[in-house]
Structures are given as structure tokens and as C-alpha cells.
């Protein structure tokens, strides 16, 4: 078994993650077509505004990270469909209530006008209260499975959205604002901010493919540590691309003062940071083998992306 | 078996609600404190902000009407109180959304300054969530029953706190305000915003106890008219009381041109109309006979209420 980048490299075995990507989006993309409800069912102002975040072009990250979690150990992507798009909902739900005025206040997100701006802060702070419960509801729509009922699935998803984790690493992040902060509280703010939730989604694939407590391990490494690798790298991109590139405000990080990891240790070695972060997820890989060759791909089109 | 009104006027078995809300109130209160964080735990802010309006001094209505309906099945208390405090979340998560400048912009509530007003507004959407995500933890520490795992008890909180009920009873009167409104379309939110989780509430409790479809019928039927009594009273108080005898600002439907109860039916026909409501509501319990005494005490205390 070639170790995974070589299998990256391997013309014969190539994983065009692109095409994966694409099929993944546009299955996950109908899913939560399906588990929505309409745009016209009443009140529509609601439902309206919730599609509108959750199909605003998201990369759907989590859900095909869920995805692909769910085939390494050897499952169906449609048994894991329904955590996947649970946990997008959770995502989407953050972003609504992140960008409020009073919170990041920000206008654009993926190159449109962010919630609150097209509705109003009262439908924008509803709309993410409904994405969340909607989480839960498309939650229990799972199957359920031998190792992992429907107890271990809400408890696993409540456990990395709530007050300890995502919800923590927002706070800390607003009571950082303007404030030196050392790297240790970034990464703090990060394994809440971001890391909590990728790890979820890898987890919850696993889970739905019934999955050994060593590839539950095994996913949790890898999705740890991608998930960190990936806010750095995001910290990154915010100050070497431009707002058109990103499809968000560019610098942003920069005028608020925030803390980051180019800010704090500076560009050269946060590149490093990404890049070992990122050979410490392929590690908790091996094990897995062929069989996490999405996993493996989907790692090295989050270290090298530039968006 | 004496009818419930009788029941209650009955000196030998006289069901003391004061006793029971009071000793209720205390096992929630205990309950409560339990499932959730310490203020002390990281990051503080979210934790002592969630129990600030969590021990905001609330009635705990909801989670009594849910521990009174595990007994009229023939239920323990303490297998629905993770239920009960479920509820108790969802509803404090929504008061604190509800209160925020962006929605009906109140700085008063129970008699205290509300979250926003303390904690900012940030925190305050943060602490909403923050319980509206704890409430599905703490569901997930129920026991499950036969029929009723937890699939079908996440499925009854989302359906009653998510887009389709809660949510949309806030977003009708969110966008009702200063325009006319029929009696229809006030029923319509009240159904929505009141009704939807005191009925859920029951139906829980119902659940805890392994309970027959029957049961959970009356349950339903019970919950769902005591909750349109319960807003059709608070409608009335509104314009009938003072904002000290009330604990939170007296009037305030009539300043924000609110469509309320006795604004399009006037005073006497809101309270035949509650009154009409509390009797569907205490017929439904006829089945349960002398089980049901907490529930008809507490039916009767609703409709009694002066704050």
C-alpha cells in the first residue's frame, strides 16, 4: 500500500478530488433540498432566509469530510447523509449569527450579501435558531446503528456545537478582539472555532458506517488535526489574497485586530504550522489505507487551496 | 371520581398547588443546575450568562406541566425531569432572542435587566444558542422507553421548537407588528409561540411514562389548549396589570401596536375565550382520573393567575 501522497502522486491510482468534490456537493446540495423545508412553506420569510445561507455556495466541507469518513471505514455515503447535512446546518447556522453586527459585522460572505443584510437582524438571529434545531430534526433522520444510536449521535454533535467547544471558541474569539493574544489562546480558539466541528463531521461519518473505537480514534486525529490546519491556512489567505479571490472581505483579520497565526508568529513559519498539522492528519490515515484515499485527497485540496 | 373542578374543591382530597410548584420548581432548579456548566467553566461568559437567565426566577411552568403528566401516566418524575429541563432551555434560549433589540427590544424581563442588557448583545445570541444546543444534550440523558427512544424525543422537540411552531410564531409576530391582525392569524402565532411547547412539554412527560397513543392524545389536547388559555390570560394582563406586579414592563403590546386578545375581541370575550379554552383543556383529562390532579391544579392556576 503506497503511503498517501505517494498514492496522490500515483498516475494509475489517481484520485481526481475535484470530480469527487463536484459529486459530493451536488449530492449533499440535494439532500438538504430534501430535509429543508420549502422556500414557500409558512412563513416563508423563514424558510426563505435559511435556504438562502445555506445555499449561498458553501464548499460543503464538513459534509463530504463526513462523506468520505463514512467510505474509509467502509460504509455508505447514504447512510452518512443525513449527519452530514446535520452538521452543515450547524455550520451555516454559525456563520448567520458569526456575521451579526454584534459579532464579526460583516457584510459580504462567498461574495454575497451576508444574512442579516438581506433580512434584517431579526429574521438573521431566527433563521440560524432554525438551522440549528433543523440540525437535530435531519439528525434523527439517521438510521442508527449497532455501536451508535440516536443518543450517541445528538450527545456527539451537541458535544461539538455547544458552550465547550464551537460556541466556546466563538466567545474567546470576541473577547479577543483588539487584545494580544498568545498561540496558545489561537489554538484555543481554533480547536473550538473550527477543529470541533470538522472532527464531528469525520466522527459522525465513522458512526454511520458502524465504524471500530480505533477508526473512531483514527478519524478524530485526522479531523483535528485538518481542521486546525485548515483556520491557519485561513488566516493565511485572509492576508495574502485579495476580497475578489476570496469571495469575502479580504484583511479583515488585519482591521479588527484579531489575533492570527501570521500575526503572531508570522507567515513563514504559520506555513509550516499548516503543513505539519497536515502531515500529522495523513499519519492518523494509515491505517485506513486505500480505502481513505477521499480522506487523504480532501487533505491535500485544503492545504494547497487559495480560497 | 369526582369531576376535576369539584376534585379540587374537595376538602378531603384538596390538591395544594403551592406545595407542588414549590417542591417542582426545587427538583427543576436542583435538575437544572446539574445538567448544566458552571458559571466557572471556560470561557465563563457563556456559562454565567446561560444561568443568569436560566435562574432569571422563570415559573418553570413548562417543566412542571411535563413532570405532571409523567404522573398522570403513571410516570416518575425523575425519569422525565431530563425532559423537563430540555424544555425549560428551549423556552429561556427563546425569551433571550425574543428580548434582543433586533426582535421585541425589551430591557426588562421577570424583573431583572435582560441578557443583552448585561452581557451584550453578542454574548446574548451566543447564550441562546448556547442553550437551545444544551437542551438536545440534556434530552439525550432521558433513558429512552419502548416506545419512545430518543429518535422519536428529539423529533418532538425539533418539531415544536423549529421553523414549522416556535420559530414561526415569533417570525408572524415579529412581522405582524403595527399591521391589523385577525383573530385568526393572533391564533395562528399563540398556537405557534405559546401552545406548541407546553403542549410538547405534556406530550414528553406523557412520553417519560411509556404511555398508551390514547394518553399522549389527551396530553396533546390538554397542552395545546392550556397554552392558548395561557397566552389569551397573558394578553389580558398585559393591559390589566402593573409592570411591578407583572415583574417586567406592563403595557407593552398596546406601545407596540402588538395585536393582542383583547385589542380585537375586547376584555369580556378574552376571558370567555380562556376560560372556554381551560375547560376543552380539563376535559381532556377526564381520562386520567384522580392520576391527573397535579395536571387540573395546574390547569386551574393558569387560568387564575394575576402575573
Not at 468520505?68 to 447535512?85: Q, S
Given at each position: 500500500m503506497p503511503a498517501p501522497k505517494v498514492f496522490l502522486k500515483s498516475t494509475k491510482n489517481k484520485f481526481d478530488i475535484g470530480v469527487y468534490l463536484a459529486r459530493s456537493t451536488e449530492e449533499v446540495n440535494a439532500a438538504l433540498n430534501r430535509f429543508l423545508p420549502r422556500a414557500s412553506t409558512k412563513p416563508s420569510t423563514i424558510?426563505?432566509?435559511?435556504?438562502?445561507?445555506?445555499?449561498?455556495?458553501?464548499?460543503?466541507?464538513?459534509?463530504?469530510?463526513?462523506?468520505?469518513?463514512?467510505?474509509?471505514?467502509?460504509?455508505?455515503?447514504?447512510?452518512?447523509?443525513?449527519?452530514?447535512?446535520?452538521?452543515?446546518c450547524i455550520h451555516t447556522y454559525s456563520l448567520i449569527h458569526d456575521d451579526l453586527p454584534a459579532m464579526d459585522d460583516d457584510d459580504f460572505r462567498r461574495g454575497k450579501p451576508t444574512n442579516h443584510k438581506v433580512y434584517g437582524e431579526g429574521i438573521a438571529v431566527l433563521a440560524g435558531d432554525a438551522l440549528l434545531t433543523q440540525a437535530f430534526e435531519i439528525l434523527a433522520q439517521a438510521k442508527g446503528w449497532p455501536h451508535y444510536d440516536h443518543r450517541a449521535l445528538v450527545l456527539e454533535l451537541t458535544k461539538a456545537s455547544?458552550?465547550?467547544?464551537?460556541i466556546a471558541g466563538q466567545v474567546a474569539d470576541l473577547e479577543g478582539e483588539g487584545k494580544k493574544t498568545s498561540v496558545q489562546q489561537l489554538r484555543y480558539i481554533h480547536e473550538r472555532k473550527t477543529s470541533a466541528l470538522l472532527c464531528c463531521s469525520a466522527r459522525l461519518g465513522g458512526m454511520s458506517a458502524n465504524c471500530t473505537p480505533l477508526q473512531l480514534q483514527a478519524l478524530t486525529d485526522f479531523g483535528y488535526n485538518v481542521g486546525l490546519a485548515f483556520q491557519v491556512i485561513d488566516d493565511i489567505l485572509d492576508i495574502t489574497q485579495t476580497t475578489e479571490q476570496l469571495g469575502k472581505t479580504a484583511g479583515k483579520d488585519v482591521t479588527a485586530q484579531k489575533a492570527t497565526y501570521p500575526s503572531i508568529v508570522g507567515l513563514d513559519r504559520s506555513r509550516k504550522i499548516a503543513k505539519d498539522l497536515t502531515k500529522k492528519a495523513f499519519d492518523a490515515l494509515k491505517p485506513f489505507g486505500a480505502a481513505a484515499s477521499a480522506l487523504t485527497a480532501l487533505g491535500d485540496y485544503l492545504l494547497n487551496r487559495d480560497k
Open positions: 424558510h426563505t432566509a435559511m435556504r438562502y445561507s445555506l445555499f449561498a455556495g458553501g464548499k460543503r466541507l464538513r459534509p463530504v469530510l463526513c462523506l468520505a469518513a463514512a467510505e474509509a471505514c467502509g460504509g455508505k455515503r447514504e447512510a452518512a447523509m443525513p449527519l452530514a447535512c446535520a452538521v452543515e455547544g458552550s465547550l467547544q464551537l
